[in-house]
C-alpha cells in the first residue's frame, strides 16, 4: 500500500476514540455500525485487530476498514 491510498483525517484534539473516528472519517454511518464493526474484528488499528470502541487514537496512527485506511492527524502541542 502506498501512502496515496491513506486518507489523512485531522482532529482537533490530541486523541479521539476509534468509534469517534470512525464517524468523522464516514467509514460508518452511525455509533451503532462502528460498534459492530469493531466487536466483529473488522478494525484494525496500526495493523492489528483491535475490538476495543474506545481505543485512544493519537497523531499518526492508522485505522484500516473494508479495505480503506486513514491516518490520524493532530494537532502539534
Given at each position: 500500500?502506498?501512502?496515496?491510498?491513506?486518507?489523512?483525517?485531522?482532529?482537533?484534539?490530541?486523541?479521539?476514540?476509534?468509534?469517534?473516528?470512525?464517524?468523522?472519517?464516514?467509514?460508518?454511518?452511525?455509533?451503532?455500525?462502528?460498534?459492530?464493526?469493531?466487536?466483529?474484528?473488522?478494525?484494525?488499528?496500526?495493523g492489528?485487530?483491535?475490538?476495543?470502541?474506545?481505543?485512544?487514537?493519537?497523531?499518526?496512527?492508522?485505522v484500516?476498514?473494508?479495505?480503506?485506511?486513514?491516518?490520524?492527524?493532530?494537532?502539534?502541542?
Amino acid at each position: 500500500m502506498s501512502n496515496q491510498d491513506i486518507e489523512e483525517i485531522p482532529i482537533r484534539d490530541s486523541m479521539i476514540r476509534l468509534g469517534q473516528l470512525l464517524k468523522l472519517a464516514s467509514l460508518v454511518e452511525d455509533g451503532v455500525e462502528a460498534a459492530e464493526l469493531i466487536k466483529s474484528g473488522l478494525v484494525k488499528v496500526n495493523g492489528e485487530i483491535d475490538e476495543r470502541r474506545g481505543r485512544q487514537l493519537h497523531n499518526g496512527d492508522t485505522v484500516n476498514v473494508n479495505g480503506r485506511t486513514v491516518r490520524i492527524v493532530a494537532p502539534e502541542a
